[in-house]
Structures are given as structure tokens and as C-alpha cells.
């Protein structure tokens, strides 16, 4: 759904009806037999005819029919299914169809046709990026078309990484077909190109200027887009050098790879041994578009990540930091070097596939000058001084201080940017008795947190789930569960005069917006010891002299929120669910297409109801499910008192549409096992309401959801949408 302007809503309906089409049907959307583009050679309709041709000839008419007649009884079933309104049967049997004819196209052309189809969709890839620049020199909107090559190319990885050749069939076939709509977005037919190795796309690269060493290379950053940096090395080619660690390899300590020498398109890959690794490493290096700099765990044989440990941890002697005081605050320390050139900063760095455990000031590590000392009260598993275009991904970052902390400072010589925090499982970070350290603590330009689990902080911390300062921050299919707040929101602080001026690929302010979408958000008893319970979202810190800067849209819609808690007078009267300590600018929750869920902890007990805001708030509520008993605020005397201004208590307007029933039940399949899919009878089924044009024009609307344990799947793109973060 590429956003168009508000008058092109039924051009966005009809690409989320394609989109509908290319996750749960085996069609190729808008392939054609004269089409002068590779469209009907990887469509799954059109290689299944030529298999069934196929099988005629070489097994007979007879058994090219039962496939078909075969064919034609999923095909009724679906129609069906869809005429009594079972969608979830219905698009199950979908899956059936697709990955029976894949079944037949491989029987019959061999596993071969895989690597063909796989081949195809690379040039189809390639040719949508050549078609997207293009289209951006013409002016034409093509965020969305962005969007679509990363999830084709991600579609892509995974049929070469399936096990089945029907499955990797089917994921490259999709893949295709989401290339195709590129075409109906954008106009024109690819031109045939010969297929080169595996390209995962990435934005124009931006200009960069060197003065020839390791560390003088500076980048003029991009209007943020809303669109993250996927890791890549598609432009490689034979560049680049493996570096492979782990027991009788090439280098067995982690201290032997020259990491101050890394260059663009490096890997190191860091094998699993039953040991940990105990070392610090220090990333001061850069890779660029497309020739990311990847260190990435290589699993053991039951798919256990490789383990770097703080507890015991070693530095090498004569490491470059800046501030020696870096040395204590990471396991993955990224950060600029003695000797760099002022306005360098460390950049298109992938860490993934890798448990990172025990920085934190229980444990001690030995220096690079042989002393051994306890980590800082703000350690991190990973620690990012200043960098841009960092991903981290797959990884599993638990018993920190800090899970994962990225600063900003300097103006834009020490602005961080683009970090994509993906597919990774937060938990128990924090320290006992302190509000100071969370689960993740970020701040920079154009940060997106997706498809990631984040469980509770260290039992006895005071800290939040996620606590970002960042302008053009996205939080989407994620599932989040505990901290004091599960995600705090303040207002930007390190570099927050910069910041506070930077602006979107639109014009407009990043500060001004907040992108909450797709996410489970739950809130239980146990975790916090604050003696209150979880609080959803706070915004902004208020009254404090970097305060005031959150002033626009907090947009936060398609989400699942979940509340168990007993009703206690005294302890739990209600859950507070938005804070907003910032009164100028009048900044606003928009909360659309939402289920905001207050259940008890133990069956049969009375729950306790959500309180909308605590003091002060602005709503634009648009067809949400709202449990019955919720109050318009939380009026307790609490932390926030010295930060809240001295603006007029929320008066409870700006409600439109909530929903709601006497049984108190949107309809989950099991609330108490974390199933919060829609039943088929779910009156929250198809009731959802179009989305802000903002949301489209920015290309946030949902096209995926989350998925447990830490990885998504394409949302069913209905004309109408589901309420909550699951589509049925």
C-alpha cells in the first residue's frame, strides 16, 4: 500500500486487497500470459499448468486429472468456508492450495525449478529497485514500494533457507508476486536483466566524503522514511573477509580477530562451543549500503546461540576508546576511536544470532590494563556511543545492566541514526533498587523496534521495559510484557537541540510523531516492585528543563492490550494506560482499531478497569474495544506530580465508536496462554475503521503481526481490518 495522497484511500484499498491476495492465494497478482515481464514464469498458477502439461505427457491424462479434480475440491472448500464467514479455515485451506501445487510443480520439474524460480525473483528485485529509483526522480510516492522489496528479499532468504522445496517454492512465489504489485503501484514492466547474486535492497546510498583512513568517512544523512535499513551485502560481489571463530577454527579467541581493521562486506562469524566467550569487543569500524560489516553467531547443533558472557570478561590490552570509562559499559562497545576524523561515526554494523549476558555491576571483568573491576552500574550487553545504520537482530540479551543502550550528542557529528532493533528476546535486564536501567534505552534519528519479545526487567529493578528518547521512532509487532512502564517515551535529552528539529521525508517534524502499531501489550501482577502496577505508555518529560518537546501525535492503533489484574480497593483500583506528562502543543493519543482488554488475574474475581490517563490527557479514540468500568483518569498522587504541568485534567471527550459487551469478552481464543487471535464468531472481526491519512502517507499502516516467539508473518490484508494486533 503505497500512501498516497487522502484522495487515493481507493487505490490503498485495492493494494490491500492485492496484498490479501499474494500472502493467502496461489495467484500472481497482475500477471498476464503476454506480459513482456517475468511475472507468469514464477506465478505459481502458471508453473503448476505447465507441471500438470507436464504430467500428461509423461504419465498419462489420468493422473494429470486427479491432480486437478484434487485442485478443484480445495478450491471448493475455500469457497465454502468463505461463503459461511469461516476466514481462519478459509485461509488455512488457502495455504493447503498453494503448498500442494508447489508439491506437483516439484514432482514433476524436480527440485531444480526452485533455484530457476529463486533466480527470477532476484532479477524481478533488482529490477523493481532500478524501477523505484525511477519512479522517485518522477515524484512519485514510493515508500511503500520500499517496503515491498524488503519483504520480497526477506521472502526470498527464507525459501533458501526452507528444508522442503514446495515450501521454499511457495515463499519465492510470493516474493514475486509482491514485486508485482510494485508494478501496479508504480507503472511499467521490468526490463529482463541477467540474474547477479542474491540482492537485498537498500536505499540509494548517500553521499559520503573520506580522507582515506578507516576512520574519516562522513555521511549526509537522509530524510528519515519511516523505512529501516536492512543488513546487506548484496553488493559485495567477492569483497569481503570471513573471519571464522569457535574451537579448531582459524581464530578461537574473539581477541584474534583485527576487529580496528574490519572493512566493508567483512563477516565474523563466532561459532557456538559449550564455553562461553568472555571478551569485550570494541566495533569503531564501517561498513556501507549494502556492504554492511556483519558479526553474527553461528548456532550449536540444538540451535543454541552463541554465548558472550560479562561475568569474567576480558579486554585486550591498548584498545583506542575515547573515554576510558567505555571500557565498563559493554560487552559490544560501538563507538568512535582515538585518531578519528571529527563528524566519522561507526555505521552499517549487523550483530545478530548471539546470547548477550551478565554486564552488570553483580559481575566483574579484568581491563585491558590486567585489573579486575566490577562493571558499571550502566552496562550494557550492547553499547552504542554513536553510530548509524546498526541492526540487531535474532539476538537473545538478558542479565544486564542495560540490555541495549544507544546514546546521541554532538549536534550531527555524534547523531545516531537508522537503528533497527529486530526479532530479538529482552529480558531480566535492569538493576535491583533502581529506576535508571532497562530492558532497552535508545535515543536517535529513525529508530524501529519490530518483532521482538520483551519480557519483564530484573526482578527488584525499577526500570522500564523500553525507555526511548528518539525522534521518528516506531514500535511495531512487538510483544511486550512488564517494566514499570512498558514503553516510556521521553522527550529527546543528549542531543535533544538537534534533534528536536529534524524532519521526516515529508517536512515534518520527527518530534511531532509516534508510531505504536501491531504489538500484544500486556500487563500482570509480579515483576514490578514499585507496589503500582504496569503502566502502558508515557510521553514526554514535562516540566524538566529538556522537557516539552513530544507536542504532536502519539499514533497508536491495530494493538492488543492485555490486562490481568484483581480489582483491590486499596493496592489495584484501576490500570493507567497513557501518561502524558507534556502540556505544551497539546500532544494527542490517536487510538484507532485497538482492543484494550482488563481481565482478572484469577478466574472469577472482578478486574480491575483502566484508567484512560493519569491527570491530564488528549483523546482521539476511534473504534476501539474498551472493557466496561474504565474511569477517565488515574488522580493518585504519584511520581509524575513534579513533571505535570499546570494543564486542565482530561474531561473525558474525543471517544468515538468504543466498543464493548456485557460479558466482557472480545473474543480470544485463550487470553490465559497468550492466544489473543480473534475466535470466527469474534465480534471484533471486520470492524475496524480507516486509518489516519498520516499513518498511510508514512507507510505505517500493519502489514505484518507478530509472532511468538520473536518473528512475524505477513497480516491477511482484508478490505477492512480486524481489530487488534492479529488479522483472522
Known amino acids: 500500500m503505497d500512501r498516497f495522497h487522502q484522495s487515493g484511500r481507493r487505490i490503498v484499498a485495492f493494494v490491500m486487497a492485492l496484498a490479501m491476495l499474494v500472502s493467502f492465494l496461489p495467484v500472481s497478482v497482475g500477471a498476464t500470459s503476454n506480459s513482456t515481464s517475468s511475472v507468469s514464469t514464477y506465478s505459481l498458477d502458471s508453473l503448476f499448468d505447465k507441471a500438470l502439461t507436464t504430467i500428461a505427457d509423461t504419465q498419462g491424462a489420468a493422473a494429470a486429472q486427479l491432480l486437478t479434480a484434487q485442485r478443484d475440491q480445495i478450491t471448493s472448500d475455500i469457497q465454502a468456508l468463505t461463503a459461511a464467514g469461516n476466514k481462519t479455515a478459509a485461509s488455512l485451506k488457502k495455504a493447503e492450495l498453494r503448498k500442494f501445487k508447489a508439491s506437483v510443480v516439484v514432482s514433476a520439474f524436480g527440485p531444480g525449478v526452485v533455484t530457476d524460480v529463486i533466480g527470477l525473483v532476484e532479477t524481478a528485485i533488482q529490477n523493481a529497485q532500478t524501477r523505484v529509483v525511477a519512479a522517485?526522480?518522477?515524484?512519485?510516492?514510493v515508500v511503500q514500494s520500499k517496503q515491498l522489496i524488503i519483504d520480497a528479499t526477506t521472502l526470498l532468504t527464507t525459501a533458501k533457507g526452507a528444508s522442503e522445496p514446495s515450501d521454499a517454492l511457495v515463499s519465492a512465489a510470493i516474493a514475486g508476486s509482491l514485486i508485482d504489485i510494485i508494478w501496479q503501484l508504480l507503472g511499467k514492466t521490468a526490463t529482463v536483466v541477467t540474474p547477479q547474486p542474491t540482492a537485498t535492497p537498500q536505499?540509494?546510498?548517500?553521499?559520503?566524503?573520506?580522507?582515506?583512513?578507516?576512520?574519516s568517512t562522513i555521511e549526509q544523512p537522509r530524510a528519515w522514511d519511516y523505512v529501516p535499513t536492512t543488513p546487506s551485502q548484496s553488493a559485495c560481489g567477492s569483497a569481503g573477509t570471513t573471519y571464522e571463530v569457535g574451537p579448531g577454527l582459524a581464530y578461537t579467541k574473539l581477541s584474534q580477530v583485527p576487529w580496528l581493521k574490519l572493512l566493508p562486506c567483512d563477516t565474523v562469524n563466532i561459532h557456538w562451543q559449550p564455553e562461553h566467550y568472555?571478551?569485550?569487543?570494541?566495533?569503531?569500524?564501517?561498513?556501507?549500503?549494502?556492504?554492511?560489516?556483519?558479526?553474527?553467531?553461528?548456532?550449536g547443533p540444538n540451535g543454541e546461540l552463541p554465548v558472550l558472557d560479562g561475568n569474567g570478561a576480558t579486554a585486550a590490552p591498548g584498545l583506542p576508546f575515547i573515554n576510558p570509562v567505555f571500557e565498563g559499559l559493554g560487552l559490544f562497545v560501538v563507538s568512535v576511536p582515538q585518531g578519528y576524523t571529527w563528524g566519522y561515526k561507526p555505521g552499517y554494523l549487523e550483530i545478530s544470532n548471539l546470547e548477550i549476558i551478565n554486564a552488570n555491576q553483580t559481575n566483574s571483568f579484568t581491563n585491558g590494563a590486567g585489573a579486575t573491576t566490577a562493571w558499571q552500574k550502566f552496562a550494557s550487553g550492547i553499547y552504542i556511543e554513536r553510530a548509524e545504520n546498526v541492526a540487531i537482530l535474532n539476538c537473545n540479551i538478558h542479565d544486564n545492566g542495560n540490555g541495549l543502550f544507544q546514546n546521541s550528542k554532538y549536534d550531527e557529528q555524534g547523531q545516531s541514526r537508522y537503528l533497527l532493533v529486530q526479532g530479538n528476546y529482552f529480558h531480566d535486564n535492569g538493576n535491583a533498587n533502581s529506576a535508571s536501567e532497562h530492558n532497552a534505552y535508545t535515543e536517535g534519528v529513525g529508530t524501529v523496534y519490530q518483532f521482538n519479545r520483551f519480557e519483564n526487567t530484573k526482578k527488584g529493578s525499577y526500570g522500564d521495559n523500553i525507555k526511548d528518547r528518539s525522534v521518528g521512532i516506531t514500535f511495531r509487532y512487538n510483544y511486550i510484557e512488564g517494566g514499570v512502564h512498558l514503553i516510556d517515551l521521553l522527550d529527546p535529552q543528549s542531543n535533544s537541540n538537534w534533534e528536536k528539529i529534524q524532519k521526516d521525508a515529508w517536512g515534518n517534524l520527527l518530534v511531532n510523531s509516534v508510531y505504536i502499531y501491531g504489538n500484544e501489550l500486556v500487563m500482570r501482577v509480579g515483576g514490578n516492585p514499585t507496589g503500582w502496577q504496569n503502566i502502558l505508555v508515557r510521553l514526554g518529560d514535562g516540566t524538566n528543563a529538556w522537557g516539552n518537546m513530544r507536542s504532536g501525535n502519539l499514533y497508536f492503533y491495530n494493538n492488543t492490550v492485555v490486562s490481568q489484574y484483581d480489582y483491590d480497593y486499596w493496592h489495584v483500583p484501576f490500570i493507567t494506560l497513557f501518561v502524558i506528562a507534556n502540556d505544551v502543543g497539546k500532544p494527542t493519543v490517536k487510538a484507532t482499531n485497538n482492543i484494550f482488554y482488563a481481565g482478572s488475574a484469577t478466574p472469577g474475581r472482578k478486574p480491575a478497569p483502566f484508567a484512560m490517563f493519569y491527570h491530564y490527557g488528549n483523546a482521539d479514540f476511534t473504534n476501539n474495544w474498551?472493557?466496561?468500568?474504565?474511569?477517565?483518569?488515574?488522580?493518585?498522587?504519584?511520581?509524575?506530580?513534579?513533571?505535570?504541568?499546570?494543564?486542565?485534567?482530561?474531561?473525558?471527550?474525543?471517544?468515538?465508536?468504543?466498543l464493548s459487551n456485557v460479558q466482557n469478552d472480545p473474543g480470544f481464543i485463550d487470553v490465559w496462554h497468550d492466544n489473543f487471535n480473534l475466535m470466527g464468531n469474534s465480534p471484533l472481526l471486520n470492524a475496524g475503521a480507516t486509518l489516519d491519512p498520516e499513518i498511510l502517507k508514512t507507510g505505517n499502516a500493519p502489514i505484518y503481526e507478530y509472532l511468538n516467539p520473536q518473528a512475524g508473518k505477513q497480516r491477511i490484508q482484508d478490505a477492512i481490518f480486524d481489530l487488534g494486533a492479529q488479522e483472522n
Do not use: H
Open 136 to 141: 522517485t526522480a518522477e515524484g512519485k510516492n
Open 203 to 215: 536505499p540509494t546510498a548517500p553521499t559520503q566524503t573520506t580522507s582515506g583512513n578507516l576512520w
Open 278 to 299: 568472555k571478551e569485550i569487543v570494541f566495533l569503531s569500524n564501517r561498513g556501507a549500503a549494502n556492504k554492511f560489516i556483519r558479526i553474527t553467531g553461528v548456532p
Open 626 to 658: 474498551l472493557s466496561d468500568g474504565w474511569i477517565p483518569m488515574d488522580t493518585r498522587p504519584y511520581q509524575y506530580n513534579s513533571m505535570m504541568g499546570p494543564a486542565v485534567a482530561w474531561d473525558g471527550t474525543g471517544l468515538t465508536n468504543t
